[in-house]
Structure formats: structure tokens, C-alpha cells
């Protein structure tokens, strides 16, 4: 009985999407002054999120959204229920996309400029999150999306669900989460007690080290194969599932969990 009413529900909100055929878009951009503002929030739903970092003194977001209705001027009604907000409490600026519930589909991306040394915390759903040379740390989170990092540094944390991880030429402590989908990093630089803690799903994690690496790695799957190479390490365990080696002294740690899918921890090149 619980599956059937789920089965209805999911078919009555679809029959109401298909209600909802015209596609508006609008964009507006904001500017701040970025003196002072030491953390950058941004949050929104069903939209991407992109943040590069630029040598100017002021963020620049760019919010790009769109609302569906039966027509043209139903749609322009629509567009009103969604609200762009900002908020400056001590030095973080908070922006945000609000937008109704139910079955018309809202929408809204951002595209954010800021100085590299700004720290961020984003959210969307059903959206990427890319960020690019940002040095600040980051927390991102999304859902059914992916999350791509690309010459950033500090600490960063990042989730998702059904979406990959890629961590391009990363320096510092990284946190990285998903599930059905593949983990792909690339780290520059991990400095003593800098930690590592990967995660996935039916996914492959790949992990690629710098050559003057102190770590200890412990590595476990369900399924698949797990393979260290390119470093001496020593071996603590070693069993088909399950490796804990160290590499040089040991002074961080990084963890990496997998179902039904390899791991390879390799120097990068």
C-alpha cells in the first residue's frame, strides 16, 4: 500500500510539472565590497554554483534563474516568487535564493567572483558545485550534482549524492563524500597532520600524492581492488580488502572507504 500511494503521489506531481511548458529566464548581478568579509555563504536550489577567485577588491554574484508556467504570463507571475537576499553578519556575507515548493519547477544559479582568501560555504540541490584557485577553505554541498575543485587550498569539506568528486591539484586537509559515483583527487601539497578522509559507493576513488608525503593510509572496499604503489610503504595490514601502510613518518592520516569499486593511491605526476 506504501509503494502504491508513493507511486501515485510521484505520477500526480508529474502530471502537474507537464502543466508548466514555457521556460522564463532573468539574471540580475550584485556587487559588494569584499574589505572585511573574511567568509562568502551562498545557498540556493535546483542551480549550479560557480565561484572563481579574481584579483579585485569586490565579489561579484551573478544569479541566473528561471521559473516555468503555463505561458508567458503566468510565467512572469511565477518569476516574482522567486527572492534574491543578502546579509552581512560580522564578516560573512550571506546571499541566498529563495523559491516556493511543489510541482513548478523553480530554479537558480550562481556565478560568484571573490579574492582568493575568501572562505566559502556553499549549498545548492540538483546543481554542480565548481570553485577555481581559492585559497580560503570550503564546505560545499549538493545533491544529484557534482562537485570540482581546481587549484584551491586550505581545508575543504565537500558531499554530494550521485554525483563525482573531482579534486584537481588540491593543497591541504581534504573531506569528500559521495555515493554512487567515482572520487578522483589530486593532491599538491599535505602538510603534517593535514588529513584525508574519502568515500563513496559502487565508485573507483582515486588518489594521487606528492612525492614528499608523510602519511598513514587505511583503505578498505567490499569489492574491487586496492592497490598503493609509486611509494615505499610499510604494510601494517594487508589483506584484499582491507590496507593500512605508512608512508615516510606517518604525520597525517587519510582514510578511504569504498563498495564495489577499486582504489588506487599512486604518486602524481
Not at 513548478?104 to 558545485?129: H, K, M, Q
Not at 568528486?165 to 602538510?191: E, F
Not at 597532520?193 to 594521487?208: C, P, Q, R, Y
Not at 574491487?224 to 615505499?232: C, H, P
Request: hydrophobic letters at 40%; proline letters at 2%; aromatic letters at 6%.
Amino acid at each position: 500500500m506504501e509503494n502504491q500511494l508513493r507511486r501515485l503521489l510521484c505520477l500526480t506531481l508529474l502530471a502537474a510539472a507537464c502543466l508548466y511548458t514555457y521556460r522564463l529566464d532573468d539574471s540580475a548581478t550584485y556587487t559588494y565590497a569584499a574589505n572585511g568579509v573574511r567568509v562568502l555563504s551562498a545557498e540556493t536550489r535546483s542551480g549550479d554554483i560557480t565561484v572563481t577567485a579574481t584579483p579585485d577588491s569586490v565579489i561579484t554574484v551573478i544569479a541566473q534563474e528561471y521559473a516555468y508556467g503555463r505561458d508567458r504570463a503566468d510565467a512572469e507571475q511565477a518569476m516574482r516568487n522567486l527572492v534574491y537576499s543578502d546579509t552581512v553578519i560580522g564578516t560573512e556575507l550571506r546571499v541566498r535564493e529563495s523559491m516556493p515548493g511543489g510541482s513548478r519547477p523553480y530554479g537558480a544559479s550562481f556565478t560568484i567572483t571573490a579574492p582568493e582568501s575568501i572562505s566559502l560555504s556553499l549549498a545548492t540541490t540538483n546543481g554542480d558545485v565548481t570553485v577555481q584557485n581559492m585559497v580560503g577553505g570550503i564546505s560545499a554541498t549538493t545533491t544529484n550534482g557534482r562537485v570540482e575543485l581546481t587549484g584551491t587550498a586550505g581545508t575543504a569539506s565537500v558531499s554530494t549524492t550521485n554525483g563525482g568528486l573531482d579534486v584537481k591539484v588540491h593543497s591541504g586537509a581534504l573531506y569528500a563524500a559521495t555515493t554512487n559515483a567515482a572520487v578522483d583527487c589530486d593532491l599538491a601539497a599535505l602538510r603534517p597532520a593535514e588529513n584525508v578522509s574519502l568515500a563513496t559507493t559502487n565508485g573507483k576513488v582515486t588518489l594521487l600524492l606528492p612525492d614528499a608525503v608523510s602519511a598513514v593510509i587505511d583503505v578498505t572496499n567490499t569489492s574491487g581492488f586496492l592497490t598503493i604503489y609509486d611509494f615505499t610503504a610499510v604494510y601494517e595490514i594487508q589483506e584484499e580488502h582491507h590496507l593500512r601502510a605508512r608512508i615516510g613518518s606517518g604525520a597525517s592520516t587519510i582514510n578511504i572507504t569504498t563498495t564495489n569499486g577499486n582504489v588506487v593511491v599512486r604518486r602524481r605526476s
